[in-house]
């Protein structure tokens, strides 16, 4: 019996060993080792077997039965691991082909399409970039740059304070910067004059309508040096709205207010979607309302207290003078591509989106 236990041995092992894929591997399995199969039928026999071989017999069975087990297990994995290689190989895919079908690619946002567009003239036209932080304090944000304690803008309604805010007065209370002239004050603590910078990024107040958002985005330039006039800030602008808006605009200067320069002054540009306030159809430009301007900015010379709160660091208000100006970016993008409501461009519509790009 137990000769024959060693001939199911060797011709299970030499099948197991020649076995080339897990079927074939599993047909052997139940071939040797099924319920039905002869090495397992002769260890339930054992018992009827006369006393001197049971236990030779039972011992070369169990013996042959966990080899051939242990053979199958050893032979599967290595079958499993050379099959997945197969099929990873067949199955390969080339992540280089176009997608089928096709996807769009990417694009940048509108806003940060024009950002960087407003980046590139002003950077063309010599100034840096510069950015701060958007957490700032009421000294950067109020004081520094010349509002009055009774400045409607330091109200709680008009700003978001970081709590803990008990004292909005406080040079040190916490706020989300309502524009990013701070970053004015800031480049000039680090850097005497000359200095020839653009601050652009994320701003934020309490509004929310067509064409307000509680976060939007601002690019504000400063310009110090000596003998610096309002005309060298009208020819800045000038060459501005010209890149942006085409060859053919005009720009002017109309009196206004701002704390930090003085004088201050709106800018308009002469309107690209009319001609004297009319469209090509005679009607009154809906763009414009029939002025034949739009106003696109704000600016003015950087008053001489801005100035004072920076003298230490070289920008005596006797001897220097500077410009400054700020506009908003989603209004540059609005204007240049005919968007209606702001709020679109935070809607993530792609349908609006891939309009742009």
């Excluded at 019996?1 to 060693?6: E, F, W």
């Excluded at 000294?139 to 978001?160: E, G, I, K, Q, V």
């Excluded at 970053?183 to 509004?207: C, F, K, S």
């Excluded at 009196?255 to 009154?284: I, K, M, Y």
Aim: net charge negative; hydrophobic share 40%; charged share 25%.
């Amino acid at each position: 019996m137990t000769d024959r236990i060693q001939q199911i041995r060797e011709e299970a092992e030499q099948a197991i060993t020649t076995a080339t894929d897990t079927q074939t591997l599993e047909n052997v399995r139940i071939h040797y080792l099924g319920r039905k199969a002869e090495l397992p039928n002769l260890l339930r026999t054992v018992a009827e077997l006369p006393a001197s071989e049971r236990a030779a017999t039972g011992k070369a069975a169990n013996e042959a039965r966990k080899a051939l087990e242990a053979a199958i297990e050893q032979r599967a994995q290595h079958l499993a691991a050379v099959e997945l290689e197969q099929r990873l190989e067949r199955d390969r895919v080339d992540i280089t082909l176009p997608p089928d079908p096709r996807h769009d690619p990417g694009r940048l946002h509108l806003i940060t399409e024009t950002r960087r567009e407003l980046e590139d003239v002003f950077i063309g036209l010599g100034f840096n970039v510069a950015e701060g932080p958007e957490v700032e304090t009421v000294y950067y944000n109020f004081d520094a740059l010349n509002h009055a304690p009774t400045h409607p803008s330091r109200l709680m309604t008009d700003t978001f304070y970081v709590a803990p805010a008990d004292d909005i007065f406080d040079p040190n209370a916490r706020l989300l910067r309502v524009h990013t002239s701070p970053v004015q004050v800031r480049a000039m603590e680090h850097q005497p004059p000359p200095l020839y910078i653009i601050m652009p990024g994320r701003t934020y107040r309490p509004d929310n309508d067509a064409t307000h958002t509680p976060q939007f985005h601002q690019i504000e330039g400063l310009a110090v040096d000596t003998d610096i006039t309002l005309a060298d800030l009208q020819g800045t602008l000038l060459a501005f709205a010209r890149a942006i808006f085409g060859e053919e605009r005009e720009v002017r200067l109309r009196p206004h207010f701002f704390p930090f320069t003085e004088p201050s002054v709106e800018v308009d540009v002469s309107c690209f979607n009319c001609t004297g306030g009319l469209t090509a159809h005679g009607l009154r430009c809906p763009l414009c309302k029939g002025e034949g301007w739009i106003e696109i900015l704000g600016a003015g010379m950087v008053d001489p207290n801005v100035f004072a709160y920076v003298r230490e660091y070289g920008y005596d208000p006797e001897e220097i003078q500077g410009f400054a100006f700020g506009m908003g970016i989603e209004r540059i993008a609005m204007l240049k591509h005919g968007v209606p409501d702001l709020r679109m461009l935070y809607d993530n519509d792609v349908r609006f989106l891939e309009q742009f790009g």
